[in-house]
T-cell receptor, first 115, second 112 residues
């Protein structure tokens, strides 16, 4: 499989619960990005990793959100104490940093619904 | 830093042409164009890196006016498969994080 994969594809949770999403990037890609997309909007940047280092976080990423990329391969995004406002599509993308064009390849996303 | 796209939506008949515009209030290093179909991931179309650059493949092309901080996506002789929401993503730094700021999208519907 040469694409970015994300699991689960859908998650329904009750407010206050913790959830964790996983992203497996394209194997040779150094950079991994997390975005959030709500209905009718474009993807909003949350954070990105270069290998295992988390290099930047958006102000959108509150302290209830945490992301990891151990060993520079797959990444997880955890949301603690979920709120209804967290309901969105969470997209993961990866890119090969040493290309001049930096195109990002997106995964299918995890749709989170907080009830 | 979010770029502004126009129009918000457009309906075309097969074979018609469309232009989607993307403008930013910040100086841009690159503009990325993606198409997203309902329920699917955004799919990369092209990147424009230099002012005045034009790129294209098939019947979809784009231009980038660095001085005006604008990019336009041109779809000619539209096909049903072109339907979807088109996003521009803008990047203001050379190298570095390559954080993209996406516009709110332009929904394109092509009808027979």
């Amino acid at each position: 499989d040469t694409g970015v994969s994300q699991n689960p594809r859908h998650k329904i949770t009750k407010r206050g619960q913790n959830v964790t999403f996983r992203c497996d990037p394209i194997s040779e890609h150094n950079r991994l990005y997390w975005y959030r997309q709500t209905l009718g909007q474009g993807p909003e940047f949350l954070t990105y990793f270069q290998n295992e280092a988390q290099l930047e976080k958006s102000r959108l990423l509150s302290d209830r959100f945490s992301a990891e990329r151990p060993k520079g391969s797959f990444s997880t995004l955890e949301i603690q104490r979920t709120e209804q406002g967290d309901s969105a599509m969470y997209l993961c993308a990866s890119s090969l940093v040493w290309t001049p064009t930096y195109e990002q390849y997106f995964g299918p996303g995890t749709r989170l619904t907080v009830t | 830093q979010q770029p502004v796209q126009s129009p918000q939506a457009v309906i075309l008949r097969e074979g018609e042409d469309a232009v989607i515009n993307c403008s930013s209030s910040k100086a841009l290093y690159s503009v990325h164009w993606y198409r997203q179909k309902h329920g699917e991931a955004p799919v990369f179309l092209m990147i424009l890196l230099k002012g005045g650059e034009q790129k294209g493949h098939d019947k979809i092309s784009a231009s980038f006016n660095e001085k005006k901080q604008q990019s336009s996506l041109y779809l000619t002789a539209s096909q049903l498969s072109y339907s979807g929401t088109y996003f521009c993503g803008t990047h203001s730094h050379q190298g570095g994080a390559n954080n993209l700021f996406f516009g709110t999208g332009t929904r394109l519907t092509v009808i027979p």
